[in-house]
């Protein structure tokens, strides 16, 4: 049946605030939940770190466990007061000019060991890419990394956030012998053999791998001035 | 289709939801919704909950669409089709965000891509805007059935061979194929993890299905 224009156009406004009203309750009311479920992702990667492996009904109960303090720095090694670490948006505050960046830092107890626990976040090819690296007691040795990517490609890219990949950042230095900052670097082509500052890249995800370089780099040199104090 | 004082659950009616199954399968015999069939069939679990959202997403669009079929202007049906069906993958979506959050982020952008999954618009079209909502209804849960069967079949045989391994929903990673196979040489194919192999199982299992059933095969 042939209907009028009139029709037409007021059958399309109707559906399309009738649609919009269902959504925008659905969305509201899932909220929380999905806001939970992000959190508790990120305990889950934080603890990762320093090897404790969290389900999603632990993760909250071995965080209050684990982690003993939870401070936000500047880069001059400053505690600034008053902010929660935990609702830092890293994205924000990577974008500031680094004198402006409040960064989160956790110091986590396992085994009557010391671990700090740095926070990551930088680019990879498609999206961003986040991480968590511990360092022991000495501040430079490296105990545990863990990566994660919004878009990375499949197989490639996305390999970050695969064991083999993350295993190779154990042991490794951010600092060296003279107490200068070196970083981890992510080697294209693949580390030499006994490099305490490189691992190797990901064939195929270079442009990941690159991006995964500069975020160790850029993020933990926040820390730098944090770090020396406490040596 | 169905006439006025069919029962709910006549001859019918029920062959509506079986025939998907079988000899009317909307990916082996329609070859709709291959797309997604190719992408998230590495592991059995993202497989298993991509054919429960695509089979209430298909129910649900049916049901909706035949309940308002005689009000929907013919010149803009496929618009609002395709809202129907959008509204119904975002409620989704966002169900998956909140209770199924490790799968809803293994099947990250394959959810929102249902959308486009040709199964939907296809019954929509073809069914739902001519029937029932009740026989709608159940051709979508046939239909999203149908397409789930082969998703699970193509996702059991790749992860079997690929990884050694099954996963399930609610049970995590089940080791198949035991340690002293490996021992022996044995190994995992990496290839079949890769999409490929995903076109070449289906194939496989489309060519298993036609030699079993002619009355599918396709006369010219």
Request: net charge positive; with cysteine; glycine share 8%.
């Amino acid at each position: 049946m042939e209907r009028s224009n009139t029709y037409i156009i007021v059958y399309s406004v109707v559906m399309v605030v009738f649609v919009a009203a269902v959504l925008s309750i659905a969305s509201f009311s899932l909220q929380d939940k999905q806001q939970e479920n992000v959190e508790i992702e990120k305990i889950q990667d934080m603890l990762m770190s320093i090897n404790v492996i969290a389900t999603t009904g632990d993760a909250k109960i071995l965080f209050e466990k684990y982690i003993k303090q939870q401070l936000v720095i500047n880069t001059k090694g400053e505690i600034v007061e008053g902010k929660k670490p935990f609702a830092l948006d890293l994205k924000k505050e990577y974008a500031e000019k680094p004198d402006n960046r409040n960064l989160p830092l956790y110091i986590a107890q396992k085994n009557d060991s010391i671990f700090y626990i740095i926070p990551l976040r930088g680019k990879g090819l498609w999206g961003p890419i986040w991480g968590y690296v511990s360092l022991l007691s000495d501040k430079s040795t490296v105990y545990g990394a863990t990566f994660d990517h919004k878009s990375e490609t499949p197989g490639l890219g996305a390999e970050i956030n695969k064991p083999f990949f993350e295993k190779q950042f154990i042991g490794k230095m951010i600092y060296d012998s003279e107490k200068k900052f070196k970083s981890v670097n992510v080697i294209k082509g693949g580390a030499p053999q006994g490099d305490v500052h490189g691992v190797d890249a990901i064939s195929g995800g270079t442009i990941t791998s690159v991006g995964v370089d500069a975020m160790i780099d850029t993020c933990i040199i926040g820390y730098d001035n944090y770090l020396k104090q406490q040596n | 289709m169905a006439e006025k004082n069919d029962s709910l659950f006549s001859k019918k009616n029920l062959q509506l939801v079986t025939g998907p199954l079988g000899k009317n399968n909307p990916i082996t015999v329609q070859t709709l919704g291959i797309c997604s069939a190719l992408a998230i069939t590495v592991k059995v679990e993202p497989a298993i909950v991509m054919s429960i959202s695509v089979t209430i997403v298909v129910a649900f669009a049916n049901l909706l669409a035949s309940l308002i079929r005689k009000s929907i202007p013919d010149r803009i049906r496929i618009i609002v089709q395709l809202v129907i069906i959008a509204t119904l993958v975002i409620i989704v979506d966002q169900i998956l965000k909140a209770y199924a959050y490790g799968v809803s982020k293994q099947l990250s952008v394959f959810v929102g891509l249902i959308i486009t999954n040709c199964i939907l618009m296809g019954r929509l079209e073809a069914f739902a805007l001519g029937n029932k909502p009740w026989p709608s209804f159940l051709d979508g849960i046939g239909n999203g059935l149908g397409y789930g069967i082969i998703l699970v079949m193509v996702a059991l045989i790749r992860e079997l061979l690929g990884a050694g391994a099954i996963t399930l929903p609610g049970i995590g990673e089940i080791k198949l194929i035991p340690e002293s196979f490996y021992e022996f040489g044995y190994a995992n194919n990496g290839l079949m993890i890769l999409p490929p192999m995903a076109l070449i199982t289906l194939g496989i299992v489309i060519w298993v299905q036609k030699a079993r059933n002619k009355e599918i095969i396709e006369h010219k």
